[in-house]
């Protein structure tokens, strides 16, 4: 899976959100989850550069989707934690 740990803490923060515990998310740590997110896509983007056969580039298409994808959810939690 793409950045697994660091999607399972955005996935825990969400239920803090959820369950009206979001005094105990920091910025900070948000800040941090998207900032591995980041590397990780850049990660797979000069992955996807040097790849040469197809079914590898879609593969990494798809995870570069899934890690943007969660990026966007991080920064709407941060919007919504400030």
Known sequence: MVA???IGKLNAYFER???D???EIKPSHVDKIIEKLKAKKR???KELEESHKDSKKERLKGNIAV???Q???A???KRKID
Do not use: F, M, P, T
């Open 75 to 77: 920064e709407w939690l």
């Open 67 to 69: 890690v943007q994808e």
């Open 71 to 73: 990026i966007k959810r």
């Open 4 to 6: 697994k740990k660091s």
């Open 21 to 23: 515990k979001a005094d």
């Open 17 to 19: 959100l959820k369950a």
């Open 43 to 45: 990660s797979l983007e």
